[in-house]
């Protein structure tokens, strides 16, 4: 009989299997690539959430460990990643940095709680074009937030809200720095044309290196991150808890809800990623703790949100991780340059980091999936125009909550459509063998697909239809997979006005699964369990029974 491993991490999996010198071998060479790959990304990304860069490398070094302890995927990579950029910044704006470490905090136990209540495979299910849409919302808000540090413009403070940045960055347009645009630019060539060189070795490493050495050398007039943020301490905070009313906490809510959300999300399409790459399969509940988990302890230590990083999980693979002993070890990297290279990232220019996150949202944009997707039906061009433009001009937690309703509704409307219903025609040469025989008196009427509160109007409708009821009205059912409460309210309805006017109901075709949910209703009472049958030729017989019984009582 198969273990249920639900709730163990893939390390204890993979100790249990037996770890060789080898499989080591390989994880410790990738998980010092991704170590290096991960400390621009992680300055970067905290820089533009609004916090200070050591405080990006922290949580790339506590939650990307605990990530990869605790994670359902083998080859999970963790830390801060381009898609909190937005909601972070906002949340930074708005309640300062100890409203988001008890937003976080929250949110990792929003996510403990979904991975414990099993709810990891229902975060799969939100639709493809919400998850199109609001990746490339958040791509375009990136972009948008890097245009100042590429141009090198100095903005008194970085307005919230998208249409209020660019009107600031077009009104500091004269104001723009030519050394800063040649540095981003030329930042961003080294990412494009690096692989063709080599792909061992990061793009961006080297763009980093080429670049801040570049702008050293030549005492080039660009803000560096020293200049704006002072010296990168090269020393690790104790932790600490962060202090909250329980107004805040109220306050707080929503936000907590939409991080845990998003590195839901984002961490299971890490996932599901690197399944494809491996030919694997994760533990989705497990994911969702270990990222509980590492988002309750970043920001004990100042830390930011974290998740599932997939361009650093892909890295990670193609580098030959195979165990979550190289996201240990990338952790671990990440640490040691912290602790004794840290200084040395406060030379790295602005214009740099705002060429690596360009390249970024580039990359996170997808433009081909958005693209192939205006291409497909109405219903899905809808949901990911309004979830993109809803990310990009209000809030993604709303963008999502729409998107979900919008496609829960077109998915509804599409499965009304499905449902068809019509009363079998008197025509006994058009009707199939089974239809033969149905008495004067008798009418049979047919419902195929899902019969919900979609289809329910559609039915009432359909019934209103007919001019003069039967005696008898059979309702054949045997293609109706499953009935809802709307339905079997619909069903009594009809059954209550038929008998007033004298008709009696016959359901046949009953499955299974829809007796299971007729049986504790009031429906049941009103047909009879005897006019309740598995196949239309036993509701004839009986349709003729009580047509039978009925000549009998009008005789006597």
């Keep these: 009989m198969m273990k249920n491993r639900t709730f163990e991490p893939q390390l204890i999996t993979v100790l249990k299997e037996g770890y060789s010198l080898s499989r080591f071998t390989n994880d410790l060479l990738a998980g010092i690539i991704v170590g290096i790959v991960a400390l621009p ?48 910044f906002g949340i930074v704006q708005q309640y300062g940095y100890n409203g988001l470490a008890m937003a976080t905090l929250m949110a990792g136990v929003i996510l403990i709680l979904m991975g414990a209540a099993r709810l990891g495979d229902v975060i799969k299910y939100i639709p493809y074009p919400v998850t199109v849409g609001f990746t490339s919302g958040i791509a375009l808000t990136i972009f948008t937030t890097q245009i100042p540090d590429l141009f090198g413009m100095t903005l008194a403070k970085t307005p919230v809200h998208f249409v209020d940045k660019w009107v600031a960055c077009l009104q500091h347009l004269p104001g723009m720095n030519p050394f800063a645009i040649s540095l981003g630019i030329l930042t961003i060539l080294i990412i494009l044309m690096w692989p063709k060189i080599t792909s061992r070795i990061p793009g961006s490493i080297v763009a980093i290196i080429v670049v801040t050495l570049l702008a050293h050398a030549l005492h080039l007039p660009v803000e560096t991150i020293a200049s704006r943020f002072g010296v990168v301490p090269n020393r690790f905070p104790a932790p600490v808890f962060p202090h909250f009313t329980m107004q805040e906490f109220g306050l707080l809510f929503q936000p907590a809800l939409t991080i845990a959300l998003l590195a839901g999300i984002e961490s299971l399409l890490s996932a599901v990623v690197a399944d494809g790459m ?10 969702l703790i270990g990222q509980g988990v590492a988002n309750l302890f970043s920001p004990l230590f100042g830390g930011i949100p974290a998740t599932g990083a997939i361009a650093r999980t892909a890295t990670n ?42 390249i970024v ?23 990911l125009l309004f979830t993109f433009g809803l990310t990009v001009l209000v809030d993604l937690t709303v963008a999502i909550e729409t998107g979900v309703v919008m496609a829960a509704f077109l998915f509804m409307h599409n499965m009304a459509k499905m449902t068809n219903m019509h009363l079998i025609e008197d025509d006994t040469n058009g009707r199939p063998h089974e239809y033969d025989g149905v008495p004067d008196g008798v009418e049979i009427f047919e419902i195929n697909g899902p019969f919900f509160f979609g289809a329910a109007d559609k039915f009432r409708d359909t019934m209103a239809e007919i001019e003069k009821m039967p005696k008898v009205l059979i309702l054949q059912i045997r293609h109706v997979p499953a009935v809802d409460a709307t339905a079997i309210s619909a069903l009594e309805s009809l059954v209550i006005q038929a008998h007033k006017g004298g008709t009696q109901v016959i359901l046949a ?41 009925a000549k009998e009582t009008a005789k006597n």
């Design 509 to 549: 075709g009953v499955s299974k699964r829809v007796f299971k949910a007729l049986r504790n209703t009031e429906l049941i009472d009103r047909v009879g369990m005897e006019n309740i049958l598995p196949d239309v030729q036993l509701a004839l017989a009986q349709a003729i029974a009580i047509m039978d019984a």
């Design 278 to 287: 491996l030919g694997s399969r994760h533990r989705s509940n497990m994911e």
């Design 41 to 88: 990304l992680s300055i970067a990304f905290a820089i533009a959430s609004g916090v200070k860069p050591e405080q990006g490398l922290i949580t790339g070094v506590i939650a990307g460990f605990l990530i990869s302890a605790l994670s359902g995927s083998r080859v999970q990579i963790g830390g801060p990643t381009g898609a909190f950029i937005i909601i972070v």
């Design 317 to 358: 693979i193609k580098n030959g991780g195979r165990t979550p002993i190289a996201g240990i070890i990338s952790a671990v990297t990440l640490l040691l340059i912290f602790l004794f290279c840290g200084q040395w990232a406060g030379l790295i220019p602005m214009a740099a980091l705002a060429g690596i996150l360009i």
């Design 361 to 383: 949202a580039y990359n996170m944009s997808e433009i081909h999936l958005f693209t192939r997707l205006l291409k497909s039906q109405r219903g899905d061009i809808l949901v």
